[in-house]
């Protein structure tokens, strides 16, 4: 059964960076949702703002003799490959082309790279989920995503460089800034083949401010080169703070204001004055959306 349910609170959407959508919302009972409340449970599709919605989480509290439902919905991409194994299982090199093909036969779903990716090796690729076997691809081949309909996009990134500005004074509420250094290295070791001895240490320039901070090592017999190796290493090594801006900004689309919005993985400006003249450019990785019953929003942090 497909029902139209209006009577709901607190709908928010967060975005990220390779195609993750997550929905949650709060259904109330009434006459208004008399047809589509008991509908609400679990593994229910929602479709919401242009996409399917898989419930996965769901919350019931009583509200005196009535009760509410409280959902967490994921997008149905993710769903149709967490719920698909892939058996076969693949041992050596392989093209990107064959990998995705791995991923995404047999599912609803089609691909296509837009930039080029180089052959890489594995060993018992396969025999599991096809959203763990997408989620290995992208770390291992260094790749990212964008869904439109259903096909996937690979690029090397995500995102367009534009002239956005979020700026203290025109469209900034208010701003939170995260400096982490938990997994802060300067300096890691690698071991390659061991028949061919390859062995590789790297060292960043960072270590003038920082000091000698060893990273987990890398040993994977694999790499044949020391150049390749030493490729991985420095993939791997976070030798810079992690730096997470957070921004409370005026969307100006619920008041009918017609201008780009900036989307994930998009590079935008963020000009701040008051916090020790913040001038930087930032990369935008998720995007938290909130909107009222009218699906106009009211809210929006990035």
Do not use: C
């Amino acid at each position: 059964n497909t029902e139209p349910f209006t009577h709901f609170n607190g709908l928010k959407r967060t975005r990220k960076v390779n195609g993750e959508k997550t929905i949650e919302l709060t259904v109330l009972p009434s006459t208004k949702n008399a047809h589509a409340f008991n509908l609400i449970e679990e593994e229910s599709i929602i479709n919401a703002l242009d996409d399917d919605y898989v419930i996965k989480k769901l919350n019931e509290q009583s509200r005196g003799k009535k009760y509410i439902k409280q959902a967490t919905a994921i997008h149905d991409f993710y769903v149709n490959l967490i719920n698909k194994q892939q058996p076969r299982i693949h041992n050596g090199s392989i093209t990107f082309q064959n990998y995705m093909q791995m991923v995404f036969e047999d599912t609803p779903h089609t691909f296509v790279a837009i930039d080029f990716f180089p052959a890489r090796s594995f060993e018992n690729l396969g025999n599991d989920n096809r959203l763990a076997l997408l989620q290995k691809g992208l770390d291992r081949f260094k790749a990212e995503f964008e869904l439109v309909g259903n096909q996937v996009r690979f690029k090397e990134r995500i995102g367009n460089d534009t002239d956005f500005q979020f700026r203290y004074g025109h469209n900034i509420k208010s701003i939170k800034r995260e400096v982490d250094t938990t997994n802060l290295a300067t300096r890691i070791r690698g071991t390659g083949d061991p028949e061919l001895g390859v062995e590789a240490e790297y060292i960043s320039p960072n270590e003038a401010i920082f000091g000698i901070i060893d990273a987990p090592p890398v040993n994977d017999e694999r790499f044949k080169s020391e150049p390749a190796l030493l490729e991985e290493m420095k993939s791997r090594l976070q030798d810079t703070p992690l730096v997470t801006l957070t921004v409370d900004f005026v969307d100006l689309r619920a008041a009918g204001y017609p201008y780009t919005v900036p989307n994930e993985g998009d590079r935008v400006w963020l000009i701040y004055e008051p916090m020790n003249d913040l001038l930087i450019e930032t990369r935008i990785l998720e995007i938290v959306e909130y909107f009222d019953t009218d699906l106009n929003v009211i809210k929006t942090e990035v």
